[in-house]
């Protein structure tokens, strides 16, 4: 299920602030953040951000086509290690 249009999108607004002034000082640094509930804009694209998983954080760099998505899409929470039926000997 999606926001409504009436709310608009939720960035969260430490994560925004960061970038914004990231881009302005022309500076490319790791951005780390929990926020993964966040979605991308198009002032993020050219970023790296580092997506908290639960355990560790992985770094995420943000091009056009994630425009619209959240930030948790893109840093996997679970690990698949494989059916356990499938060993074979």
């Not at 951000?49 to 086509?65: D, L, Q, R, S």
Request: glycine share 8%; charged share 25%; proline share 4%.
């Amino acid at each position: 299920m999606s926001r409504s249009l009436r709310k608009g999108p939720y960035i969260n607004v430490k994560l925004e602030k960061k970038i914004l002034l990231m881009n302005e000082s022309k500076k490319k640094s790791v951005v780390k953040t929990w926020a993964r509930a966040s979605m991308i804009s198009p002032d993020f694209v050219g970023c790296t951000i580092a997506v908290h998983n639960g355990n560790k954080f992985i770094p995420v760099y943000i091009t056009e086509n994630m425009v619209g998505h959240k930030l948790g899409e893109f840093s996997p929470t679970r690990q698949f290690r494989g059916h356990a039926g499938n060993k074979k000997k």
